[in-house]
Structure formats: C-alpha cells, structure tokens
C-alpha cells in the first residue's frame, strides 16, 4: 500500500509539471497560441532494494523525441519569419506607389468582371422598339407646350432629333425658319408679346399695353412707344430696348446698365427720394436684352438756344447730383477700366493727343477771323497750342477736390428737362454716356456753364448756392460731411478757368459754319430788369420782394421773342470766351 500510494502522488507531480509547462513554456507572444509539447519522461518504478532502475531501450526513445520536436519548432519560426518578411516587402513596394498606378493596378484586376459600356450601349440601341403611337402623341404635345410657353415673336421653330455627324465630322444645324425676317428683311428685337411681359413683370401683372410702336434708333437698339391703363389713369411709356450682344462695347449702354445700378446698390438709399443718378433708368435685364425707361415726359431743349437762368438751375442740381453720388461711391472703391483717361496718361498717345488738341484749336481761331478778329487776336489765340497738353490734363486729371463720374461733354445736345404743370422746368437728366470718364467735376461745370447758358449768367450764385449746397446736401443725407468748403472748390474752379474758356470753345466751333468775313459784329442787347424797390413793412420791416417764378420764365420768354428765336451766335460767344481767356 505505501509503495502503491507513493506511485499515485509522483503521478499527480507530473501532471502538474506539464500543466505549468504547457502554460509558462508552450506560448508564442506573437501568435498568441499555444504549441504542442512531448509529454515528460515518466519514471520507472522503484525496485524493491536498489531503487529506481531505467531501462536503456526507454533512454533512447526519449532523446529521440525530444531532437524531433526541437526540430519542428525551429522550422515553424522560420516560416513565420518569412511570412512577416513578405508582408514588409508588399506593404513597402504598395507605399511607393502613386495614385494612378494603384488605380490603374485595381482596374487590372476588375476588368475580367466589369463589362464593357460600348457594348452594352450598342447592343440597347440595336435592340430599340420603334415608337409606339402614344408615344409619338406625347411628343407632339410636348413640342407644342415648348412652342406656346416661349414667345419666339413670329419664329417657326422646327424641333428635330440631332442629326448624325457627317464624314466631314460636322454635324448639320437644326433648321430654323424665320418667316417674319423674310417678309421685312429685318427681324425686330421685340414684339408686342415680349413688351406685354415686361411691363407685366416690371409695371403691374394684370397692365395690358396697347399702341405698341417700334423704331430703329441704332444697330442693337430700339425705341418702343405704348399707351396702358396704370390704376385708372392711362399712361404713355417709352422704353429703349437693347441687344447686349450687339452693344456689348457701347459705353453708353455700360454706364446704365452696370456701371449706375452698382453705385446705386452701393450706396444704398438716403432720406431724399430724388439721389438716384440723372440717367434712364434700368427696369429690366436678361442675357438677350435690356430695358430702359425712357419717360416720355423729359423733353430736349433747343440746341440752338442757351438755357435761361432757371433751366441752368435744374441742369446745375442734376450734375450736382450725379457728382455726389458718384464722389461717394470712388470714395471707397477703384474706377473702372472703361472711366481710365488714357489720353493723357499713355506715352503713346501723348503726340497723337497734342496733334489733335492743335486742330482743334485751329477751328476757333477760324471762327474768330469769321468774326473779323485782328490777326494779333487770332495769333495769340494760336499761342495757346504751346500749353494746351498740360493744360488738359491738369485740369481733367483726378488730383482733385471732386474726383467723380465726369459725363465729358454735358451739353445742350446732352441733357433733357422734365416740366410741371406750370411749364416750368422741375427736373433734368443726362443722356449720350459714351463720353463718360473719372476725373474733376470741375471740369463738367465749365463745359455745362459756359455751352449751355448767357454768359451774363450768375456764375457765383450757381456755383455757391446750387452746386456746392446741393452736393453737401447729398451727402449729409448719406451721414457723410463734406471735407472741403465752398472758397477752396472755388479757389479750383477759378484755376481752372482758362481750361473752361478753352474747352467751350473748341465744342461751340463744331456748330460754326464757313462763310465769309465778317468785318462788322453787333451784339443784340439783352433786356435787364428793373431791381426791385426796397419795401418798408412795420411787420417785417425793410426788405426787397422777389419776383415770382413765373414771371421770370414769362420775361425770359418776351427776350426769346424779341431776338425773334433766333438764338445765339456759336462764334460770337466763341470771340466772348477767347477775349476773357486773353486776359487771364
């Protein structure tokens, strides 16, 4: 029993011995899985006096097993190296590689399984049923609803499939008939269809236009004229309709379209409704035309009649009111390309801008010897060439109190007046923008002063308390101050004096027509009148009373009689201006 116990315990030993073996031992950290070991040699059992005895057979089969499972170990981790080096290797040369070629690798490797679109596409057209009739009556409807919801103005439109390309590799143009271009020869750019939209879209929905009348102004541009009933009242319109396409370069058209409406959202609105800049008004815009609202209620002055004092007035506040809006606009953003005078600021124009400066100047002095001018008069006047580059680009360059949007040539030719009830002027705008340019305002106001009115006119009073006080006005009513007084702008408008007299003249010589000599020049005299008296009143004491508006304008208009409408003589003002220029 002793010896039978015994044998029992040194069992359970071993058991336990191989246990902790198989945990401590038996584990790979890097496969995380345990690998098979040969069990422990079990010892024999002990003899009965010379203790344990071991076979030699039971030795050696021992040490056999052991060098065979040394052996396969040692042959697992060398697998496991390899496959660990592989792995390395792929992941490096994978690195190395580009987008493209990973891409291109991936396609390779797709491409037995994705089929090929051409085919695909090839095979669906081949196998296409012919239409069916319901299907060729809802495409008939559909090109009818195409047809009815677009106004092509008289436009036959054929809708048909593309045509296949041709052998020469252009494919054939759809056809389009226009049968309203070959019975006039000329398409128009509007219908009464399209002039329906509009004012339905810009006027009221429900307006219905009627009397639509179009004339060609220009290439690209009309003139159209209707009547509407506008909330019980029946209104005349007129409307100037441009093709941006044809007038992609027109400045005039720029200026309205993109250049006013920018500065306009700029600045925003004042607290006065009357800021908006003094040109027609966009009202409508698309890729094909633009629409512009010509009202028919601002009328051309006479060309061949200065303006009196009260129209010089109303032309004053409108270039007084484009040069504050436009002043503060560049206040805080650069002009555009299209506003740059390049005359005198590009070398290469400097000797073509003299050439040209020089005949002009050559035509007033041929007005003064029309004029019977002395010849040491018109010789002097001739000495101007020497000066007059310089003289240009002082006086139109920006380094100024007043750098705005210039209109260049703001004329009789170029300015229009809206009338009350009274007759009397209350409003006037600027049209003919091509000659719009960024530079002084000054320069504006001498061309406007002394084209377009007497030269017997207030110069301070229209300066000072129409010009100055109506640009300040404007921009107060923006939150904006002035930062300039009324002596320093006319410390600047008399320097530039002698541009002014220059300038006028040389626009005035294009109106003066060759005749002969005249030896003698009478001046019509002008009829003044009589300055009030002064009134004595215990309630406002002394004052003078002012003659009502009205009759100014009556009395301006006896004058017009009296000269019997014939205006005033381009070269007799031209001889005025050239006498005040020789002396300053």
């Known amino acids: 029993n002793g010896v039978q116990s015994s044998t029992n315990g040194d069992e359970t030993i071993s058991s336990l011995h191989e246990v902790v073996e198989r945990t401590q031992e038996g584990r790979i950290a890097s496969l995380h899985q345990y690998v098979d070991k040969p069990a422990a040699p079990v010892a024999a059992p002990r003899g009965e006096g010379n203790g344990a005895s071991v076979k030699d057979g039971d030795i050696t089969k021992t040490s056999t097993l052991e060098v065979e499972n040394n052996m396969s170990s040692s042959q697992g981790e060398a697998e496991f190296e390899d496959l660990v080096r592989q792995n390395i290797r792929q992941y490096k040369s994978e690195k190395s590689k580009s987008n493209v070629e990973v891409l291109s690798a991936i396609e390779r490797e797709e491409g037995e399984d994705r089929p090929s679109a051409k085919k695909l596409l090839a095979w ?9 009739e319901t299907m060729v009556v809802r495409q008939k409807k559909r090109d009818d609803n195409i047809k009815k919801a677009v106004d092509f103005g008289g436009v036959s439109i054929v809708l048909a499939e593309k045509k296949a390309v041709t052998a020469s590799g252009k494919s054939e143009r759809r056809t389009v008939d226009n049968a309203a271009e070959k019975k006039d020869g000329q398409g128009k750019l509007t219908t009464r269809e399209t002039i329906q939209r509009i004012a339905g879209s810009v006027i009221r929905s429900n307006i219905l236009v009627q009397d639509v009348s179009s004339v060609s102004k220009a290439e690209g541009i009309e003139e159209v004229r209707f009547s509407a009933e506008d909330l019980g009242q029946r209104r005349s319109f007129c409307w100037s309709v ?7 370069y027109n400045k005039d058209v720029w200026v309205k379209r993109d250049l006013a409406p920018t500065i306009m959202s700029y600045i925003g609105v004042s607290s006065k409704k009357d800021d908006a800049l003094p040109f027609a008004r966009l009202i409508y815009a698309d890729n094909k035309i633009s629409v512009f609202d010509e009202d028919p209620a601002y009328k051309k002055p006479n060309p061949e009649k200065p303006l009196d004092e009260q129209h010089l007035k109303v032309g004053i506040k409108a270039l007084a009111r484009m040069h504050a809006v436009s002043f503060l606009y560049f206040a805080k953003n650069s002009h555009p390309a299209p506003l740059s005078n390049t005359w005198f600021t590009d070398p290469d ?3 073509e801008a003299k050439a040209i400066l020089e005949q002009q100047l050559d035509k007033v002095a041929q007005a003064l010897v029309q004029e019977g001018k002395s010849t040491d008069e018109v010789n002097r006047v001739k000495s101007f060439k020497n000066i007059m ?3 240009y680009q002082d006086a139109e360059s920006t380094n100024s109190l007043l750098p705005v949007l210039c209109h260049g040539l703001p004329t009789l030719s170029n300015i ?16 003919n923008l091509s000659s719009c340019l960024y530079g002084s305002g000054l320069a504006d106001l001498h061309i406007f002063i002394n084209t377009s009115g007497e030269n017997v006119a207030r110069e301070d009073f229209l300066l000072r308390f129409l010009y100055y006080e109506t640009f300040a006005s404007i921009l107060r009513s923006y939150g904006e101050k002035v930062a300039f007084s009324y002596d320093d702008l006319k410390a600047e408008f008399v320097k530039k004096r002698l541009y002014g007299y220059i300038r006028s003249s ?11 000599i005249k030896t ?19 309630i406002l004491g002394k004052f003078l009373p002012q003659a009502k508006t009205t009759a100014v304008a009556k009395f301006s208009a006896k004058i017009e009689t009296d000269r019997g409408n014939d205006g005033y003589n381009a070269a007799t003002k031209i001889c005025e201006m050239m006498q005040k220029a020789l002396k300053l």
């Open 124 to 132: 669906a057209k081949a196998t296409r049923k012919p239409k069916t």
């Open 389 to 391: 580059f310089n003289l």
């Open 416 to 431: 229009q007046f809206k009338y009350g009830a009274d007759g009397l002027p209350m409003d006037a705008r600027f049209i």
């Open 520 to 538: 003698t020049s009478q001046t019509v005299p002008t009829p003044q009148m009589s300055s009030p008296r002064p009134v004595e009143s215990k």
């Open 242 to 248: 441009v093709d941006n396409q044809l007038n992609a």
């Open 349 to 351: 124009q400097r000797s």
């Open 506 to 516: 040389i626009i005035l010589s294009q109106k003066v027509k060759t005749s002969g």
